[in-house]
């Protein structure tokens, strides 16, 4: 966002800035699917906070592609304690977002035509922090209030 906000969206550095990110989430992507083909999900009691949090990262910033394709087993540890559910949300409704469909927990954002941050359609408002608070998330009132105070709306 730094970025962004000193160069401009298309600003030679933004650019650069985002081919490398790019390259450098390519390579993660690579180096995580070889540790899920040899122990499955790096669940936290397997590998710990730090680098069960860094394989989140990862997957939610790869492909729509790869998302899916690992969703399964990402949502099998979070049910189980070894992942946390709200990247299992944040996961879940990007990939919905990704496909043009409603998001179920209201996670995900997107700069309208104004600049102004908005929030990708909700499938189900009126039981939106239920299903936020099941994933122990706060409510998307503070949520909204808490990013558009973050990203300057």
Not at 92 to 104: A, F, H, T
Not at 108 to 118: C, I, K, P, S, V
């Amino acid at each position: 966002m730094v970025a962004l906000a000193q160069f401009g969206v298309h600003g030679e550095e933004t650019k650069a800035i985002g081919k490398r990110l790019y390259q450098l989430g390519s390579d993660n992507m690579v180096k995580l699917e070889q540790v899920i083909e040899c122990i499955g999900w790096p669940e936290r009691s397997k590998v710990g906070n730090k680098a069960a949090d860094a394989a989140f990262l990862v997957i939610q910033h790869a492909t729509h592609g790869d998302r899916v394709k690992y969703i399964d087993v990402f949502r099998k540890a979070a049910r189980i304690g070894e992942a946390s559910l709200s990247d299992l949300a944040l996961l879940e409704d990007r990939i919905l977002v990704g496909e043009g469909r409603k998001q179920r927990y209201g996670t995900q954002y997107r700069r309208g035509l104004d600049g102004r941050l908005e929030i990708e359609t909700i499938e189900d408002p009126a039981n939106v922090n239920a299903y936020r608070k099941e994933m122990g998330l706060n409510s998307l009132e503070e949520q909204n209030e808490e990013m558009f105070r973050q990203f300057l709306r």
